[in-house]
């Protein structure tokens, strides 16, 4: 299974750009998906199959995948968008997540 | 609509076996494509991948904990079962379920249930 790389943490200023990668070998190769979890919540899924968003997640929240490396791009940030990220890939059906990126939002 | 809801003891000690207990409802895990997994987070921690059944009763189990790990279903209950054995305080978390649809993502999770492990 995949062994994903996150940055611990990322800062942005609200209406800011936030880039959170996730890296591993041949990432491009698979579907990555996307979640965001808040302070004593579930999970949430934000992005899936690389770059599609479910219904009920805004269109500020995209992502990309190719080569080693996945970015999750959240664009005009608000305040409600922190919390933490975890990417995750699948290799068949074995899954593996991300260590997971703190956003603050500052 | 979709939920899923884990169960089973919120205290085990060291060197048993927990069971949990997913049960589900708004979709049958016996329609193409629709799994369900288990997924756990110790306290302050990461996301961490536990196990996956699929509709034809495939298995996939993490590698650093398949000896460990044993999941099964019973699609007339709407159940997927999860056991750990030789618990040990660091196994002390969140355990969650969670569908993964034809979308290849976990699009609905369950509340999650603490366990703790301690003598």
């Known amino acids: 299974s995949y062994e994903l790389t996150q940055p611990p943490s990322v800062s942005v200023y609200p209406g800011q750009t936030a880039s959170i990668s996730c890296s591993g070998d041949k990432l491009g190769d698979t579907y990555v998906c996307w979640y965001q979890q808040r302070p004593g919540q579930s999970p949430l899924l934000v992005i899936y199959?690389?770059?599609k968003r479910p219904s009920g997640i805004p269109e500020r929240f995209s992502g990309s995948n190719s080569g080693n490396t996945a970015t999750l791009t959240i664009s005009g940030t608000q305040p409600m968008d922190e919390a933490d990220y975890y990417c995750?890939?699948?290799?068949?059906?074995?899954?593996?997540f991300g260590g997971g990126t703190r956003l603050t939002v500052l | 609509q979709v939920t899923l809801r884990e169960s089973g003891p919120a205290l085990v000690k060291p060197t048993q076996t927990l069971t949990l207990t997913c049960t589900f409802s708004?979709?049958?895990?016996?329609?193409?494509?629709?799994?369900v997994g288990w997924v756990r987070q110790p306290p302050g921690k990461a996301l961490e991948w536990l196990a996956l059944i699929d509709w034809e009763d495939e298995k996939y189990y993490s590698s650093s904990l398949e000896t460990r790990l044993t999941i099964s279903k019973d699609t007339s209950k709407d159940q997927v079962v999860l056991t750990m054995t030789n618990m040990d305080p660091v196994d002390t978390g969140t355990y969650y379920c969670?569908?993964?649809?034809?979308?290849?993502?976990?699009?609905?999770w369950g509340q999650g249930t603490l366990v703790t492990v301690s003598s």
């Open positions: 708004g979709f049958s895990l016996s329609t193409s494509g629709m799994c």
């Open positions: 969670a569908r993964r649809s034809y979308i290849t993502a976990y699009d609905y």
């Open positions: 199959q690389d770059d």
């Open positions: 995750q890939a699948w290799d068949i059906k074995t899954g593996a």
